[in-house]
């Protein structure tokens, strides 16, 4: 239970300085002063004054977390400053898309490079896994810019997109990892006295390499998070990502904030959550 | 007589068609972005001006294609001899999409939220002529004056950006006075606009307009999408069409795409000329030098971006004025010619000379600037890559730099770190006065050297004194000499040098009858209320 | 397994001596504007076509192909190298010092860097030499690129921790950087070799991606990335197969870096 609370309050911690952290690089990139609407030469010189002092509001970056926080622990979030809409609607109606495109997306490029690992690798023949490596040589080679653009054309589910992203990545470790797994001299003796593929897979490999397999399921999490910005901004999808893009773009302070405290606080929870499943299976091994 | 019949019922039958085949439907186009409001006297954004372009009722329309103003909800307009007042006799027996009844109360009211210095509105900006209050007078429900403190020059057209608003309405924002009225609106996805019952226009044969029973216009930032959902059919038109898709579009349904030619859109590029930029001495003395401009003005080959960049769907440029603008165009003005040797010839008077392949000033320092645009805008960044070209020629050493939108801005608005920039100039209006913070050498958007607290040049403080005699006069003769004037001196003195007008590019599917895309925003449905969809299935482009 | 070895060796060589000598085999500079043929497909006097300023499209490539080769593998080495700094030293030290370099890490995971890129750009001059633009680029991409991997290179360091060759190697008097480095790290190549192939394309296409910030590498110069992003076109623009050329040579040099460094596998 101490335990349990000393990794909650390090992880709080972790999520307070990131935000605070986050402000201040907002704050201090170029452009956080300025507003598009003026170089509008309609507007007044009084007008383009009151849209640089607006801007100015939030140049305490102290301050303005203090009052975020301070916001936040009664449930509100803020205010986009380019979308003029509450920073907590915008979260609730495009976190559940992102979800689903990025979750889907995960799985099915786990699945894919998991099984082609364990093809590549358990059959021992070089001409398969010179194509598996052709094969994720080609989808870690195509922008995703790319990919997006001809599934939009194909009408296909953009979560395939992030599926492609994620496949040569996972596939690298993965195959790597059972490689090395599957030369090791304890297997060798395994085969040699008839232990079935599965068995061996299970009960010798799994074990030995499950720790770092799972925590490239963690950090695969922030590589789909990551991919999902550009799949998200040119497959039209109205999710976290696209949002992220446009809050960069447009230097929104409250939403930038509020995107990095939910990614950290997902980058921290499934890191975590694989830490504490490597830990379980170590244990089981032993 | 049994055929003769038949042929009569068969002659209804069409005309039936063909009539109620003109009439319902429902128009999709996108929008890029979501609106970042629907309070019509607020508008700052694209997606928010189409809104109020649909669904605003104003008093005077300019015609988009004609560039004259005709009555709307005012019947007739006088503006009075000092020009600070303008009355308007408005129409009777109207009344907004949610019943309420139009009048004079109302364009009164609208006037004072307009002109409410909180409002920071560029719709109200345009209409500040100085400081002091706006009055406005309701002689009776169909009559009303407006005065301001000062005379506003174009005072007329400046009503076409100003719907008018209920002063009675429960739901004032929304209660519309235009075709459409909003009826649904899902963030990030679409808008939806249906056709106002209460719209009081009716077309030659008495039905009451618009034809189209609704418009939706979905949110799709992504140009690439809404060029495919064109072609399979899923949107009815693409209002500004980039010149590459345009090519492509072109070669598979020449008949969809639409050239109106030179819209009112310019880019241009200029030198940082501010005293306080923190560039090198001898650089700012370069940007100063009137000659140095003309020589790279004369150095760069206009007639390859239009073609190269453009694909021919653009025009080498001469002034801040295109031929689309009718009026207000100075037609004696010509392109400056490309001439890479008369560039070097001016260049040598002042001083500088070529070393091998480098030019040099009268100090020794090889001539090398940078020039910043903002990234993920392809013809831009073309045209910079052009032009980094085309000074090479003369041995000018020039760097490209795309930055986003944000850092480029801070650096022409806020720190003044950059030499050269190359971007665009929208204008959405016809009248200069749009362009009076432009001009004005004291004025936050006299890009190449804002906010002077007194004119640096000679020709700057003469640009200041025709500008506000154009905006203090009523003559339109009188305003044209002046604006003609300043435009001459902006060729001369090239403190932007003007590059390319791009041409008015659009697409509209053949399901979409009464289409007759125009130069002037809103290009394409400009004449939404006499758009109709034609009966038959719309098929892939 | 060793022919094809040998093969991708060749073909590494090919590309690097192909690139090196592109001032050679060029038929133009990358930089010539043929403003009559924007665009066009492959011809006589261009074997690959032009882009869309008239540039000779195969002589970009073989300028292009020198910058990508040389900078992205060493970025990837950097990311790599600090990957295994952090990673390695926190999963074998193990505790709180563990669990703080793995909170940053995931920390570094979640901040968003662009903004870092963004004051960069601020602070470096405008008119800053095309090759430092380039080193300054893939140098920040390496020091940004490390964190991912380090996740995983911690968990194998913490699973051999403990391990009995490790703790008789300890017992034998072997400790610290000596013992990281003669029997730990050894066993984690798999992990640093992945690192290091998926990085060499990442890094080249997010090169390209840089150009928003005004990083990366600034015309006329091409790389990889730019020439790769000419395939953003096929979708509203059709198929057009020169412009896979590019992404070929990629695949192609990316499979050769996984196939010169794997271990020999032994066919069935």
């Known amino acids: 239970m101490r335990k349990l609370l000393r990794h909650l309050a390090a992880m709080l911690a972790i999520i307070l300085v990131g935000g605070l952290l986050s402000a201040t690089l907002v704050r201090l990139a170029p452009g956080f002063d300025v507003d598009e609407e003026q170089l509008d030469s309609r507007l007044s010189g009084e007008s383009v004054a009151a849209l640089r002092q607006a801007r100015a509001r939030d140049r305490n970056i102290a301050r303005f977390y203090l009052h975020y926080l301070g916001r936040a622990l009664r449930g509100d979030l803020g205010e986009s400053r380019t979308l003029n809409r509450p920073v907590r609607e915008l979260l609730a109606q495009r976190l559940p898309v992102t979800a689903r495109v990025a979750g889907l997306g995960l799985l099915a490029g786990w699945f894919c490079a998991v099984v082609v690992a364990l093809v590549a690798t358990m059959a021992r023949r070089v001409t398969l896994d010179l194509v598996a490596t052709l094969l994720a040589a080609v989808f870690l080679s195509l922008p995703a810019a790319v990919l997006a653009l001809l599934f939009v054309f194909a009408n296909a589910p953009a979560c395939m997109v992030i599926a492609l992203v994620v496949f040569p990545k996972v596939f690298s470790y993965a195959r790597n990892l059972l490689a090395k797994s599957y030369d090791s001299p304890h297997l060798i003796t395994a085969y040699a006295k008839g232990v079935g593929p599965l068995r061996i897979l299970l009960w010798h490999v799994l074990p030995v390499t499950g720790s770092q397999l799972l925590a490239v399921a963690g950090i695969s999490v922030s590589i789909a998070l990551g991919a999902a910005v550009p799949v998200e901004s040119l497959c039209g999808i109205a999710g976290i990502g696209q949002l992220a893009w446009q809050a960069a773009l447009g230097r929104d302070l409250p939403l930038l904030v509020n995107l990095t405290v939910l990614v950290t606080v997902i980058t921290l929870a499934t890191n975590w959550g694989s830490e504490i499943a490597g830990q379980r299976l170590r244990m089981g091994a032993a | 007589m049994r055929r003769r019949a038949i042929g009569v019922v068969l002659s209804l039958m069409f005309a039936l068609v063909a009539a109620f085949g003109q009439s319902g439907g429902e128009l999709k186009f996108f929008v890029h972005s979501d609106p970042k409001t629907f309070d019509p006297l607020a508008v700052v954004d694209d997606a928010s001006e189409t809104i109020r372009y649909l669904t605003g009722g104003v008093l005077l329309r300019v015609n988009r294609r004609t560039q004259q103003a005709e009555p709307e909800l005012a019947t007739a307009w006088t503006i009075a001899r000092d020009g600070r007042s303008i009355t308007f006799n408005l129409r009777d027996h109207i009344y907004y999409s949610d019943g309420s009844p139009f009048s004079a109360e109302d364009v009164a009211y609208t006037m004072q ?128 069409l980039d010149s590459e898709y345009f090519e492509r579009l072109a070669a598979q349904s020449p008949g969809l795409v639409h050239d109106a030619g030179p819209g009112l859109d310019s880019e241009q590029m200029w030198f940082n000329q501010a005293p306080n930029a923190p560039i090198p001495a001898y650089k700012r003395a370069w940007f100063r030098s009137t000659n140095f401009r003309r020589a790279v003005s004369a150095a760069i080959n206009r007639a390859d971006l239009s073609r190269v960049v453009y694909g021919g769907h653009a025009q080498p440029a001469a002034g801040p004025v295109s031929p689309a603008n009718h009026f207000w165009f100075n037609a004696r003005l010509r392109a400056p010619a490309y001439d890479p040797s008369g560039a070097l010839r001016i260049l040598q008077q002042e001083g500088f000379r070529l070393q091998g392949t480098t030019l040099l000033d009268r100090e020794g320092h090889a001539v090398e600037f940078s020039i910043i645009t903002n990234a993920g805008n392809k013809p831009r960044e073309r045209m910079a890559t052009m032009v980094q070209q085309d000074l090479g020629k003369i041995g000018i050493n020039v760097h490209v730099v795309t930055l986003d939108f944000a850092s480029l801005l801070d650096r022409i608005t806020g720190s003044y770190n950059y030499e050269g920039a190359l971007l665009g100039m929208a204008n959405t209006d016809l009248d200069p006065n749009e362009q009076m913070n432009l001009w004005l050498s004291s004025a936050d958007n006299h890009q190449w050297n804002p906010r002077q607290k007194s004119p640096e040049t000679a020709w700057e403080a003469e640009i200041d004194r025709l500008m506000k005699e154009q905006a203090a006069s009523l003559e339109p003769v009188t305003r044209k000499a002046c604006f003609d004037r300043v435009q001459e001196i902006a060729v001369e003195q090239q403190p932007f040098i003007f590059l390319v007008y791009k041409n008015a590019l659009s697409a509209v599917s053949a399901t979409v009858a009464n289409a007759s895309p125009v130069v002037l925003r809103p290009q394409t449905y400009w004449n939404i209320e006499t758009l109709s969809l034609r009966v038959q299935t719309a098929s892939k482009h | 397994m060793r022919r094809i070895r040998q093969l991708a060796w060749l073909l590494l060589g090919v590309v690097a001596l192909s690139s090196l000598g592109a001032g050679l085999w060029a038929p133009a500079d990358y930089a010539m504007q043929f403003r009559e043929a924007p665009n066009s497909p492959p011809s006589h006097e261009h074997l690959l076509g032009t882009d869309d300023l008239g540039r000779d499209r195969f002589s970009r490539v073989l300028y292009g192909t020198r910058i990508s080769l040389l900078m992205a593998p060493l970025a990837a080495l950097l990311s790599t190298l600090l990957a295994t700094l952090v990673g390695g030293v926190a999963g074998y030290l193990g505790g709180w010092c563990e669990r703080a370099a793995m909170g940053a890490t995931d920390l570094f995971l979640s901040m968003p860097w662009l903004f870092l890129l963004l004051a960069v750009r601020a602070m470096l001059p405008l008119n800053v030499a095309p090759t430092t633009s380039v080193a300054v680029t893939f140098l920040l991409l390496g020091v940004l690129g490390w964190a991912a991997s380090a996740r995983v290179l911690c968990a194998g360091v913490r699973g051999l921790r403990n391990s009995e060759f490790v703790l008789q190697a300890r017992a034998s008097g072997l400790h610290g950087w000596r013992l990281l480095a003669v029997h730990v790290l050894p066993n984690l190549k798999p992990v640093l070799l992945a690192q290091f192939w998926i990085a060499i394309p990442v890094f080249i296409i997010t090169e390209a991606n840089l150009g928003i910030l005004g990083l990366g590498v600034s015309e006329p110069l091409p790389s990889w990335g730019s020439l790769l992003r000419e395939m953003e076109s096929f979708a509203s623009f059709g198929f057009e197969a020169w412009k896979l050329v590019p992404l070929v040579l990629l695949v192609l040099v990316v499979s050769s870096f996984q196939i010169v460094l794997s271990r020999d596998e032994v066919a069935a």
Request: glycine share 6%.
């Open chain 2, 113 to 240: 939220r307009l002109m409410d210095p909180a409002l920071h509105s560029p719709t109200g900006d345009s209409f500040r002529s100085g400081s002091g209050a706006v009055h406005t007078k309701v002689d009776s429900a169909t009559r009303v004056t407006i005065t301001f403190p000062e005379p506003v020059a174009g005072l007329d057209k400046l009503f076409d950006q100003v719907a008018i608003v209920s002063s009675h309405s429960n739901n004032k924002e929304r209660a519309a006075l235009g075709p459409f009225y909003i009826a649904d609106y899902k963030p990030d996805s679409y808008v939806l606009l249906r056709r106002n019952p209460n719209y009081w226009r009716r077309d030659a044969a008495g039905r009451q307009l618009p034809y189209l029973d609704s418009v939706r216009l979905g949110i799709q930032p992504n140009r690439d999408i809404e060029m495919m959902s064109f072609r399979r059919g899923e949107i009815d038109l693409i209002n500004w």
